[in-house]
Protein backbone atom coordinates (compact mmCIF):
# COMPACT_ATOMS: atom_id res chain seq x y z
CA UNK A 1 0.00 0.00 0.00
CA UNK A 2 1.14 3.11 -1.06
CA UNK A 3 2.09 5.17 2.22
CA UNK A 4 2.34 9.50 2.29
CA UNK A 5 5.65 10.66 3.96
CA UNK A 6 3.48 13.26 7.14
CA UNK A 7 2.51 11.44 9.77
CA UNK A 8 2.03 11.53 13.46
CA UNK A 9 2.04 9.30 16.06
CA UNK A 10 1.68 9.51 20.13
CA UNK A 11 2.11 6.74 22.81
CA UNK A 12 2.59 6.20 26.95
CA UNK A 13 4.00 4.24 28.87
CA UNK A 14 3.91 4.76 33.26
CA UNK A 15 7.60 4.33 34.54
CA UNK A 16 7.45 4.56 38.63
CA UNK A 17 5.66 7.74 39.48
CA UNK A 18 6.23 9.05 36.21
CA UNK A 19 4.95 9.16 32.75
CA UNK A 20 6.49 9.46 29.74
CA UNK A 21 5.06 10.59 26.84
CA UNK A 22 6.14 10.19 23.12
CA UNK A 23 5.04 11.91 20.08
CA UNK A 24 6.29 11.22 16.64
CA UNK A 25 6.21 13.29 13.75
CA UNK A 26 7.06 12.70 10.17
CA UNK A 27 7.32 15.15 7.06
CA UNK A 28 8.55 15.03 3.20
CA UNK A 29 12.41 14.33 2.87
CA UNK A 30 15.12 12.70 0.45
CA UNK A 31 16.64 10.36 3.13
CA UNK A 32 15.47 8.69 6.67
CA UNK A 33 16.89 12.14 8.48
CA UNK A 34 16.15 11.30 12.04
CA UNK A 35 16.20 14.31 15.06
CA UNK A 36 15.54 12.83 18.80
CA UNK A 37 14.48 15.95 20.63
CA UNK A 38 14.17 15.21 24.37
CA UNK A 39 16.48 13.92 27.38
CA UNK A 40 14.01 11.17 28.15
CA UNK A 41 15.79 8.65 26.44
CA UNK A 42 19.63 7.68 27.81
CA UNK A 43 22.03 8.94 25.78
CA UNK A 44 23.79 5.18 25.42
CA UNK A 45 20.22 4.86 23.56
CA UNK A 46 19.62 6.53 20.91
CA UNK A 47 21.58 4.65 18.14
CA UNK A 48 19.25 1.82 18.88
CA UNK A 49 16.27 4.33 19.40
CA UNK A 50 17.13 5.69 15.39
CA UNK A 51 17.90 1.89 14.15
CA UNK A 52 14.29 1.20 15.35
CA UNK A 53 12.56 4.61 13.57
CA UNK A 54 15.16 3.74 9.94
CA UNK A 55 13.61 0.95 10.09
CA UNK A 56 10.27 1.19 10.37
CA UNK A 57 9.81 4.49 9.08
CA UNK A 58 11.88 4.07 5.95
CA UNK A 59 12.55 7.76 5.00
CA UNK A 60 11.34 11.13 5.91
CA UNK A 61 12.01 13.80 8.57
CA UNK A 62 11.75 12.47 11.59
CA UNK A 63 11.63 14.34 14.93
CA UNK A 64 10.83 12.37 17.99
CA UNK A 65 9.55 14.17 21.13
CA UNK A 66 9.61 12.19 24.70
CA UNK A 67 8.24 13.86 28.21
CA UNK A 68 8.48 12.99 31.44
CA UNK A 69 5.24 14.32 33.88
CA UNK A 70 6.20 13.35 37.50
CA UNK A 71 3.32 12.14 39.63
CA UNK A 72 4.22 14.75 42.11
CA UNK A 73 5.27 17.86 41.07
CA UNK A 74 7.93 18.94 43.35
CA UNK A 75 9.24 15.84 43.80
CA UNK A 76 12.86 15.22 44.42
CA UNK A 77 13.58 19.28 44.88
CA UNK A 78 14.98 20.54 47.35
CA UNK A 79 15.95 24.26 48.33
CA UNK A 80 19.97 24.53 48.50
CA UNK A 81 19.45 26.73 52.08
CA UNK A 82 23.05 28.37 51.75
CA UNK A 83 23.12 29.73 48.33
CA UNK A 84 19.54 31.48 49.32
CA UNK A 85 21.18 32.72 52.89
CA UNK A 86 24.20 33.96 50.81
CA UNK A 87 22.62 35.78 47.86
CA UNK A 88 19.88 37.30 51.00
CA UNK A 89 23.34 38.37 52.75
CA UNK A 90 24.75 39.68 49.34
CA UNK A 91 21.52 41.39 48.69
CA UNK A 92 21.21 43.25 51.82
CA UNK A 93 25.05 44.93 51.62
CA UNK A 94 23.67 46.39 48.46
CA UNK A 95 20.72 47.77 49.89
CA UNK A 96 22.17 48.88 52.86
CA UNK A 97 25.13 50.76 50.56
CA UNK A 98 22.42 52.62 48.22
CA UNK A 99 20.12 53.96 51.64
CA UNK A 100 17.36 51.63 51.48
CA UNK A 101 16.24 49.02 54.07
CA UNK A 102 13.90 46.47 51.96
CA UNK A 103 11.66 44.16 53.56
CA UNK A 104 12.74 40.80 54.38
CA UNK A 105 9.90 39.30 51.86
CA UNK A 106 11.33 41.68 48.77
CA UNK A 107 14.97 40.37 49.58
CA UNK A 108 13.53 36.46 49.75
CA UNK A 109 11.38 37.02 46.45
CA UNK A 110 14.72 38.34 44.66
CA UNK A 111 17.14 35.75 45.74
CA UNK A 112 15.14 32.92 44.77
CA UNK A 113 15.33 34.14 41.49
CA UNK A 114 18.75 33.27 41.08
CA UNK A 115 20.43 30.20 39.59
CA UNK A 116 21.07 26.98 41.61
CA UNK A 117 18.69 27.74 44.42
CA UNK A 118 16.47 24.32 43.68
CA UNK A 119 18.96 21.55 44.16
CA UNK A 120 18.01 18.71 41.72
CA UNK A 121 20.91 16.89 41.46
CA UNK A 122 19.35 13.88 42.96
CA UNK A 123 16.62 14.24 41.22
CA UNK A 124 18.15 14.09 38.03
CA UNK A 125 20.06 10.83 39.33
CA UNK A 126 16.91 9.12 40.24
CA UNK A 127 15.58 9.99 36.81
CA UNK A 128 18.21 8.59 34.84
CA UNK A 129 18.09 5.36 36.95
CA UNK A 130 14.63 5.48 36.63
CA UNK A 131 14.87 5.69 32.94
CA UNK A 132 17.59 2.67 32.27
CA UNK A 133 15.30 0.54 34.32
CA UNK A 134 12.31 1.21 32.52
CA UNK A 135 13.67 1.45 29.04
CA UNK A 136 12.07 -1.40 27.43
CA UNK A 137 8.60 0.08 28.24
CA UNK A 138 9.81 3.69 27.01
CA UNK A 139 11.09 1.62 23.90
CA UNK A 140 8.11 -0.24 23.62
CA UNK A 141 5.98 3.19 23.60
CA UNK A 142 8.40 4.29 20.68
CA UNK A 143 7.33 0.95 18.63
CA UNK A 144 3.53 1.62 19.68
CA UNK A 145 4.08 5.58 18.32
CA UNK A 146 5.59 5.10 15.55
CA UNK A 147 3.30 2.21 14.45
CA UNK A 148 0.44 4.59 14.61
CA UNK A 149 2.56 7.65 12.91
CA UNK A 150 2.71 4.28 10.04
CA UNK A 151 -1.02 3.59 10.26
CA UNK A 152 -1.49 7.67 9.93
CA UNK A 153 0.77 7.50 6.50
CA UNK A 154 -1.34 4.62 5.12
CA UNK A 155 -4.70 6.69 5.22
CA UNK A 156 -2.99 9.32 4.02
CA UNK A 157 -1.06 7.78 1.33
CA UNK A 158 -4.60 5.93 -0.11
CA UNK A 159 -6.19 9.14 -0.71
CA UNK A 160 -2.56 10.42 -2.58
CA UNK A 161 -3.01 7.43 -4.82
CA UNK A 162 -6.69 8.37 -5.97
CA UNK A 163 -5.69 11.33 -6.85
CA UNK A 164 -2.64 10.58 -8.64
CA UNK A 165 -4.88 7.50 -10.32
CA UNK A 166 -7.63 10.10 -11.58
CA UNK A 167 -4.70 12.74 -12.69
CA UNK A 168 -2.76 10.10 -14.53
CA UNK A 169 -6.45 9.00 -15.98
CA UNK A 170 -6.90 13.45 -17.03
CA UNK A 171 -3.98 13.01 -19.15
CA UNK A 172 -4.31 10.10 -21.08
CA UNK A 173 -7.73 11.37 -21.59
CA UNK A 174 -6.04 14.51 -23.15
CA UNK A 175 -4.08 12.49 -25.05
CA UNK A 176 -6.86 10.39 -26.53
CA UNK A 177 -8.26 13.56 -27.50
CA UNK A 178 -5.64 14.52 -29.85
CA UNK A 179 -6.32 12.34 -32.41
CA UNK A 180 -8.84 14.25 -33.58
CA UNK A 181 -6.86 17.01 -34.06
CA UNK A 182 -4.15 15.60 -35.19
CA UNK A 183 -5.87 13.97 -38.73
CA UNK A 184 -7.13 17.68 -39.34
CA UNK A 185 -3.94 18.99 -38.35
CA UNK A 186 -2.26 16.63 -41.10
CA UNK A 187 -5.20 17.62 -43.80
CA UNK A 188 -4.40 21.36 -42.88
CA UNK A 189 -0.37 20.84 -43.39
CA UNK A 190 -1.03 19.11 -47.05
CA UNK A 191 -3.16 21.45 -48.31
CA UNK A 192 -1.20 24.20 -47.30
CA UNK A 193 1.96 22.90 -48.75
CA UNK A 194 0.05 22.39 -51.78
CA UNK A 195 -1.56 25.82 -52.15
CA UNK A 196 1.66 27.38 -51.72
CA UNK A 197 3.36 25.31 -54.60
CA UNK A 198 0.49 26.07 -56.92
CA UNK A 199 0.98 29.74 -56.67
CA UNK A 200 4.77 29.91 -57.07
CA UNK A 201 4.65 27.43 -60.04
CA UNK A 202 2.15 27.43 -62.57
CA UNK A 203 2.72 23.92 -63.09
CA UNK A 204 3.98 22.08 -59.93
CA UNK A 205 5.47 19.19 -59.82
CA UNK A 206 3.68 16.36 -58.13
CA UNK A 207 7.21 14.20 -57.26
CA UNK A 208 8.42 17.21 -55.47
CA UNK A 209 5.13 18.15 -53.81
CA UNK A 210 5.00 14.56 -52.74
CA UNK A 211 8.85 14.81 -51.33
CA UNK A 212 7.57 17.85 -49.10
CA UNK A 213 4.67 16.38 -47.95
CA UNK A 214 6.58 13.16 -46.91
CA UNK A 215 9.32 15.70 -45.20
CA UNK A 216 7.14 17.98 -43.29
CA UNK A 217 4.83 14.87 -42.48
CA UNK A 218 7.86 13.40 -41.11
CA UNK A 219 9.24 16.28 -38.96
CA UNK A 220 5.59 17.20 -37.70
CA UNK A 221 4.54 13.32 -36.65
CA UNK A 222 3.72 13.28 -33.16
CA UNK A 223 3.19 9.44 -32.92
CA UNK A 224 5.92 8.35 -31.29
CA UNK A 225 5.55 10.66 -28.16
CA UNK A 226 1.80 9.78 -27.98
CA UNK A 227 3.05 6.07 -27.45
CA UNK A 228 5.75 6.86 -25.13
CA UNK A 229 3.55 8.69 -23.22
CA UNK A 230 0.97 6.35 -22.79
CA UNK A 231 3.71 4.07 -21.96
CA UNK A 232 4.88 6.37 -19.09
CA UNK A 233 1.35 6.63 -18.12
CA UNK A 234 0.39 3.02 -17.48
CA UNK A 235 3.89 2.89 -16.12
CA UNK A 236 3.84 5.78 -13.52
CA UNK A 237 -0.05 3.65 -12.42
CA UNK A 238 2.04 -0.42 -12.40
CA UNK A 239 4.64 1.22 -10.16
CA UNK A 240 2.10 2.80 -7.66
CA UNK A 241 0.15 -0.11 -7.41
CA UNK A 242 2.82 -2.84 -6.98
CA UNK A 243 5.87 -1.57 -5.16
CA UNK A 244 6.03 -0.64 -1.37
CA UNK A 245 8.03 2.70 -1.33
CA UNK A 246 7.91 3.88 -5.23
CA UNK A 247 7.60 7.45 -4.78
CA UNK A 248 10.77 8.17 -5.98
CA UNK A 249 10.46 6.29 -8.98
CA UNK A 250 7.17 8.05 -9.32
CA UNK A 251 9.18 10.99 -9.44
CA UNK A 252 11.55 9.69 -12.07
CA UNK A 253 8.88 8.35 -14.57
CA UNK A 254 6.48 11.94 -14.23
CA UNK A 255 9.91 13.75 -15.91
CA UNK A 256 10.16 11.25 -18.43
CA UNK A 257 5.96 11.87 -18.92
CA UNK A 258 7.17 15.43 -18.72
CA UNK A 259 9.49 15.52 -21.95
CA UNK A 260 7.04 13.56 -23.85
CA UNK A 261 4.53 16.43 -23.45
CA UNK A 262 6.84 18.85 -23.97
CA UNK A 263 8.23 17.66 -27.01
CA UNK A 264 4.49 16.83 -28.76
CA UNK A 265 3.99 20.08 -27.92
CA UNK A 266 6.78 21.91 -29.31
CA UNK A 267 5.87 19.29 -32.71
CA UNK A 268 2.60 19.77 -32.93
CA UNK A 269 1.93 23.17 -34.05
CA UNK A 270 -2.04 23.13 -33.80
CA UNK A 271 -3.97 25.15 -31.55
CA UNK A 272 -6.71 22.43 -30.31
CA UNK A 273 -3.43 20.38 -29.31
CA UNK A 274 -1.69 22.96 -27.85
CA UNK A 275 -4.57 23.47 -25.32
CA UNK A 276 -4.41 19.83 -24.90
CA UNK A 277 -0.92 20.16 -23.78
CA UNK A 278 -0.96 22.97 -21.83
CA UNK A 279 -4.02 20.56 -19.57
CA UNK A 280 -1.69 18.26 -19.75
CA UNK A 281 1.19 20.20 -18.09
CA UNK A 282 -0.88 21.21 -15.42
CA UNK A 283 -2.30 17.63 -14.04
CA UNK A 284 1.51 16.52 -14.43
CA UNK A 285 2.28 19.48 -12.34
CA UNK A 286 0.21 18.37 -9.68
CA UNK A 287 1.41 14.74 -9.76
CA UNK A 288 4.64 15.95 -9.23
CA UNK A 289 3.74 17.66 -6.46
CA UNK A 290 1.88 14.88 -4.85
CA UNK A 291 4.46 12.62 -6.07
CA UNK A 292 7.11 14.19 -3.57
CA UNK A 293 4.77 12.95 -0.46
CA UNK A 294 4.93 9.68 -0.97
CA UNK A 295 7.17 6.77 0.79
Known sequence: ?????????????????KKITVEIRSVNGKGCDISLKTQVIPRE???????????????????????????????????????????????????????????FETLLASALRFPEVIDNSSSKEENQEMLNENWLSIRSAIEQAASLLTQFRKTEGNRLQH??????????????????????????????????????????????FE???IYYLEKLDITEEKVRLLQHCQYFVQTM????????????????????INTLGSKANH?????????????????????????
Not at 4 to 12: H, I, L, P, R
Not at 83 to 94: A, G
Not at 241 to 260: H, V
Open 241 to 260: ENEDYPGKKLGFIAQEMGRE
Open 211 to 213: QEI
Open 1 to 17: MVQSMTGFGKAECVCGH
Open 163 to 208: DLLERVSSIKDYLKQTEVHDVERMETVKSRLKSKIEESVESPDMNR
Open 45 to 103: KEIEVKQLLSSMLVRGNIDLFAISESETEHSGKTINKEVVLSYLEQLRKIALASGETPA
Open 271 to 295: AGIQKLVVQMKDELEKIKEQSLNLL
